[in-house]
């Protein structure tokens, strides 16, 4: 009953869960059900209007999605989180909290393919517009800043380079813009960086990724810091007027610190319906169990496996944080001393056709789109995961024609290397 | 008191001491956070008495309006006040003339008045400000966990499934002294900028 905070392996572990209080279970129940059943008329609607902890409608919380809730918001150290069913539906809602059609968010240019999809053309058709900006000119975020601009999005590691983004610079130009910054996560997960500690306001992950970290299970989540004040200007409608659909309440008002986590469940979540499985939920706490460790491996054998490459007459350039004279490893060291993550590119002194040649040649490497896995995996960025951008933005992310991604995982890293020598040795 | 974090044994000792709580600017109107926070207090178990001079003769869930803490007419744990900022002073200055004393005030998510907290203390009572007991009671018993709020517990134990009326245990083992590093940090540069 102390007042003493525990380690990350144990909330990793721990957070969240506590045996079944109905059968006594102790590993977390998949509640597989749409619907939970009220004491009563009156119980009903204090649950309808907001005004009662409990269950309704999967759609909009499960018991086992609440576990896995909890043990992410503990990990990061925020005050709540909403799970939904992948990274891109946890971007969908936290923009939809913020933008109203019109408005803008500034995004670092460095970004996951898929998002930078997501925000140039998905979003565009609901009027909230994307201004790009350089995650390596901090001043270019400032200059981006307009009075319609409501958000500043960035990656903690960014896709598909590896590179480490100065989270605290760009947190100050937001706090001065009096909008929030919003952090992807994933590639770091919350054992090498908590951005919140770094001054974020919202994280969002694909726990698809390293939080889930077997390549099983599709997931993403938003974490509310609890640090954003929501009520000035008007700015943020959503969570500082009466909400029409909750009889007048005004969330901020309501639920202090934690509302913007639940204005993404009540009008985000109801309403759009990216709901996760709670199957889902089970496999990827049951992986969060793990992540301490296999995160640390995960980065031991990356940076084995970036040092092996650095040093191999075939290789042109490798861009890891994790080496000592990376352009990013001053951030790497000051961000994530754990490690610098394990998703990674370098390129070939043989360009393209070299890169198509090592994929098709490597035994143990799986040519995949997925990233966090335990197996290591291998993809070539301007052939898929970044083919819908043209030239010149796919060398600005990152994602050149001769660059190869590779997402290292847990396996004995003197098999990686080997691999991956008979593959550039052919 | 550090008003900017509180640690979870200080919350958890008042939610587990005080019986009967007076809670100033309750509302009959059912959407009303003051409304469904004295309902769910009444339902965990506390003596409930609402204070709202506009709403003397009629009753909330049973209980009768109270025009002011002077007109409960017998002894009260806890005040907890539904005011905004600007109001807390002439309710505090009101229960310090109680006899005998309150042992708490509370001030409501949203409201903080040092000075008057200051006056309260030097009286030996207990202060807590800009927190909701409905909050911090749901986060201690982990209640409030099912809307996915990381409630800053942990326990190996099987709690009973929560039923109507029923109280819940309060002592799990805590993550943390009261609120988030992060979310305390910036109420703290609010209130100091405000």
Partial sequence: MSDRLPGFSTLAVHAGAQPDPTTGARATPIYQTTSFVFNDADHAASLFGLQAFGNIYTRIGNPTNAVLEERVAALEGGTAALAVASGHAAQVVVLQQLLQPGDEFIAARKLYGGSINQFTHAFKSFGWNVVWADP???????????????????????????????????????????????????????YLIRPIDHGADIVVHSLTKFL?????????????????????????????????????????????????????????????????????????????????????????????????????PAVASVSYAGLASDKYNRLARKYAPKGAGAVFTFSLKGGYDAGVNLVSKLQLFSHLANVGDTRSLVIHPASTTHSQLDDAAKVKSGAGPDVVRLSIGIEDKEDLIADLEQALGA | ???????????????????????????????????????????RGYDMIPINPGHVGKDLLGKPFVASLRDIGRPVDMIDIFRNSSHI????????????????????????????????????????????PKIEYGRLSSEISWMGVNSRTLSSKRAPAPTQGMRLSLNRMSVGGGDTAASDRAAKNKSEQS
Wanted: glycine residues 8%; aromatic residues 8%.
């Fill in chain 1, 136 to 190: 390596d000119d901090i001043a270019s975020f400032e200059r981006a800043v307009t009075p319609r601009t409501k958000a500043i999005f960035i990656e903690s590691i960014a896709n598909p380079g590896g590179s480490i983004t100065d989270i605290e610079a760009i947190s100050t130009v937001a706090a001065k813009a009096g909008v929030p910054l919003i952090v992807d996560n994933t590639l770091a997960s919350p």
């Fill in chain 1, 212 to 312: 889930g970290g077997h390549g099983n299970s599709l997931g993403g989540i938003i974490v509310d810091a609890g640090t954003f004040d929501w009520s000035t200007g008007g700015k943020y409608p959503m969570l500082s007027e009466p909400r029409p659909e909750y009889h007048g309440i005004r969330l901020q008002e309501t639920f202090g610190n934690f509302a913007f986590a639940i204005a993404c469940r009540v009008l985000g979540l109801r309403d759009l319906g990216p709901a996760l499985s709670p199957f889902n939920a089970f496999m990827i706490l049951t992986g969060i169990e793990t992540l301490p460790l296999r995160m640390q491996k995960h980065c031991d054998n990356a940076k084995a496996v970036a040092e092996f490459l650095a040093g191999h």
């Fill in chain 2, 1 to 43: 008191m550090n008003h900017d974090a509180y640690p979870d044994n200080y919350i958890r000792g008042i939610l587990n001491s005080v019986k009967s709580i007076a809670m100033v600017g309750a509302s009959p109107v059912n959407v009303r956070p003051s409304y469904f926070a004295f309902k769910y207090l009444a339902q």
């Fill in chain 2, 89 to 132: 002073m002439p309710v505090v200055e009101e229960a310090l003339a109680l006899d005998p004393l309150p042992k708490v005030v509370w001030m409501q998510l949203g409201a903080r008045d040092d000075a008057a907290a200051e006056k309260a203390e030097a009286a030996g009572i207990k202060v807590v400000m800009n927190r909701c």
